[in-house]
């Protein structure tokens, strides 16, 4: 490896590990798919591509390791697969995307990195048992993201193909952060490394989601979607379980051991610059 080059491998090429990618001009990327059409895919997106079975091996010049693949049934696959070489050789840094959900279910009130894990969906319970087998493995510094927004994936989107609700259960609050600070904490992290430490990326404003749909609809000079129950909104078993969950989280570790400045502090100003890109 030349003096100088970083190499970023990500396991699993989504929707935040693609943002991240487009900040490191220099760096040598590369990602992995469990398909032959997401290794395609992934090769159109700029990024060498790599299949992920259990032949995978890392390659010798990887500087930087991205995990954004979820726990499945039998836990971590990377760890499956990787886990005696993630073992065996140091890395600059080591960044894994979990999830707010650890924190389970705090009726309202403000939670940090420091408040106790006590998940209350299967989905979470995974999620800490992945982050924990990390820190087993290798120092990794622990992301957990809130609900993530962006381009192609958004509330001006649903209010305007008209899939949007407005559901309505006492007490939720919900936080969100948009994809591009997402990518804005990792780049931040990578310039500070502090293996093991564990970071909540979310915005300033914690709030119920109806009211997120509300400005959508307002910036769109759209009707609102009406008011629906919570008791009576036919949701999928996977959106209900969103709503197990009602917490404040707070960002304050990533602006003051981070540095890091929102780009959107809250959703009004991120779903604002959306409103531009929107084609019609």
């Known amino acids: 490896m030349g003096i100088g080059v970083n190499h970023l491998l990500c396991f699993g090429f989504g929707y935040s590990a693609r943002a991240l990618s487009t900040r490191l001009a220099g760096w040598k990327i590369s ?3 469990r398909s032959a059409e997401g290794v395609a895919k992934i090769n159109g997106q700029g990024a060498a591509s790599f299949l992920f079975d259990q032949n995978f091996r890392i390659a010798p010049d990887t500087t930087h390791v991205l995990i954004s693949a979820p726990p499945d049934e039998n836990g971590d696959p990377v760890l499956r697969v990787c886990g005696d070489q993630l073992r065996s050789r140091p890395f600059t840094w080591v960044g894994y995307l979990s999830t707010t959900g650890v924190y389970g279910d705090a009726q309202g009130e403000w939670v940090d990195e420091d408040s106790p894990l006590k998940p209350n969906t299967p989905r979470g319970e995974k999620r800490l048992d992945a982050e924990r087998a990390w820190l087993e493995a290798q120092p990794a ?14 509330q001006l989107l649903s209010v305007r193909d008209g899939s949007a609700k407005r559901i ?29 430490r564990a970071y909540n990326a979310c915005d300033d404003e914690p709030c119920p989601p109806q009211d997120v749909v509300a400005y959508a609809a307002r910036l769109l000079n759209l009707p609102l979607p009406p008011e629906i129950p919570f008791d009576e909104a036919k949701l ?4 209900r379980s969103f709503y197990a969950d009602s917490k404040k989280v707070s960002n ?19 779903l604002a610059a959306l409103l531009s890109t929107l084609t019609a």
């Not at 510094?141 to 958004?154: K, M």
């Not at 939720?172 to 502090?194: C, M, Y």
């Not at 304050?252 to 991120?270: C, D, M, Q, S």
């Open 236 to 239: 999928s078993a996977m959106a």
């Open 31 to 33: 990602a992995t798919s």
């Open 252 to 270: 304050a570790r990533v602006k003051t051991e981070l540095g890091y400045k929102f780009l959107y502090p809250t959703y009004r100003e991120g």
């Open 141 to 154: 510094h622990l992301f957990r993201l809130a609900g993530i927004y962006g381009p192609g994936r958004n």
């Open 168 to 196: 309505i259960k006492a007490g939720q609050i919900f936080s969100r952060i948009h994809v591009d600070d997402i990518a804005g904490v990792l780049q931040e992290s990578i310039a500070k490394p502090n293996p093991g």
